[in-house]
């Protein structure tokens, strides 16, 4: 898969932690010609309080879409779903 769009980032409550998390959504082409959608989360490994790695890390493709702009409108209304709660 290609990626199309990396969307902003938010934060979001983790739903397991209860913690505000930094997410975004991203925009993938597939093999096909369609394309999905990708949620993924900033991740900061520390030891002996240095950090040692960080990064983006994915949840996953989801969905297949017609077009980039659905998949988009999709990944956008899922987080403001999720800042509602």
């Known amino acids: 898969m290609k990626v199309v769009k990396v ?3 938010v934060e979001a409550v983790s739903a397991l932690s209860g913690k505000r998390q930094r997410r975004r959504v991203v ?3 597939r093999d ?3 394309f999905a959608l990708e949620e993924e989360y900033f991740f900061a490994s ?3 309080g240095e950090i040692v ?3 983006w890390a994915g949840l996953g493709p989801r969905g297949i879409f ?3 702009e659905l998949a988009e409108a999709e ?4 987080f403001l779903d999720a800042d509602r709660n």
Do not use: C, K, P
């Open 27 to 29: 925009i993938l082409e």
């Open 32 to 34: 096909d010609g369609h």
């Open 75 to 78: 990944g956008r209304s899922h």
């Open 46 to 48: 520390v030891h002996d």
């Open 53 to 55: 790695a960080q990064g």
């Open 66 to 68: 017609a077009s980039a």
């Open 7 to 9: 969307l902003e980032e």
